[in-house]
């Protein structure tokens, strides 16, 4: 992987995981003030990730991926901003958990992208059966 790859990797693991910690928070109703933070990672994480498509793309990756890829880190945002409308009331946290699947699998797929663009003789490199 090139150098640019790796740091779209990275910025992806490294909002991810602040994402995550962030939108617990949120979660609990400790930290609403940092909806904001959450939502402006949010896109660096989408950024990152479409980055890293990018790069695969170039580096030979498998279409079908590239584009899982990008359509995932399009549906990320569309969930985050409009998941306060979506459903209310008691059923309210069936969305927040989809929300925290998708951001999840956001995260998954960067790492998904960044493991097939390794090259096919590193001990880490995929055998075409990673999801």
Do not use: C, K
């Not at 962030?22 to 990672?41: M, S, Y």
């Not at 549906?75 to 985050?80: E, K, R, S």
């Amino acid at each position: 992987m090139s150098r640019a790859s790796t740091i779209a990797q990275m910025t992806i693991r490294i909002s991810g995981l602040l994402l995550l910690l962030l939108g617990l928070a949120i979660w609990t109703g400790r930290a609403d003030g940092v909806i904001p933070i959450h939502e402006l990672l949010g896109f660096v994480l989408v950024v990152a990730l479409w980055t890293l498509s990018y790069f695969a793309a170039r580096a030979g990756v498998s279409m079908r991926w590239v584009a899982l890829a990008v359509a995932w880190g399009l549906a990320a945002p569309l969930l985050g901003l409009t998941q306060q409308n979506l459903v209310n009331g008691d059923w309210h946290w069936t969305i927040q958990v989809l929300h925290l699947l998708i951001g999840a699998g956001a995260i998954g797929q960067g790492e998904n992208l960044a493991l097939r663009m390794r090259p096919a003789g590193s001990p880490r490199a995929t055998s075409g059966t990673a999801v």
